[in-house]
């Protein structure tokens, strides 16, 4: 149903079926097929078709309206769990005493420095073999 309502917004946005049909790559009378099926599926004719080019009656409208809104919102949950999504939560980091003393730990910082700036990451590390646990949240100062 959802590629029938984007052939909708389509249409409406092209004022065509073959306008539509190539802003979506299809023939029209693929544009055709999914705006019938939409009409079926909702029970309703969204389209004047006594007119040429057909248009949107008036619950066409109606529809188009929830429609661009409906695959906007599909959209921003696609969003949240894409893989080109910015990484959020909390990261912990434990570390040999070796390496936490300076090997690692300025580029985790910077790395939690800058993410958490943008409030998406907040990050704790802790160097191993001892007590203390330095927080990004503190801008690295030791936790004890």
Not at 38 to 62: H, I, Q, T, Y
């Amino acid at each position: 149903m959802l590629e029938d309502l984007r052939a909708l917004v389509e249409f409406a946005q092209a004022g065509s079926i073959a306008g539509a049909a190539d802003r979506l790559f299809r023939t029209p009378s693929a544009i055709t097929r999914q705006v019938q099926r939409l009409e079926a599926a909702l029970g309703a004719e969204l389209l004047d078709r006594s007119v040429k080019p057909p248009r949107l009656n008036s619950l066409g409208s109606k529809v188009l309206e929830q429609a661009r809104d409906l695959l906007q919102r599909t959209e921003a949950l696609k969003s949240l769990t894409s893989s080109d999504a910015e990484p959020h939560g909390l990261l912990r980091i434990g570390l040999a005493h070796a390496l936490a003393e300076g090997t690692l730990i300025e580029p985790i910082q910077a790395l939690t420095f800058v993410q958490g700036a943008a409030g998406n990451l907040d990050g704790d590390w802790k160097s191993l073999g001892d007590n203390t646990t330095a927080d990004s949240r503190t801008n690295g100062r030791a936790l004890g």
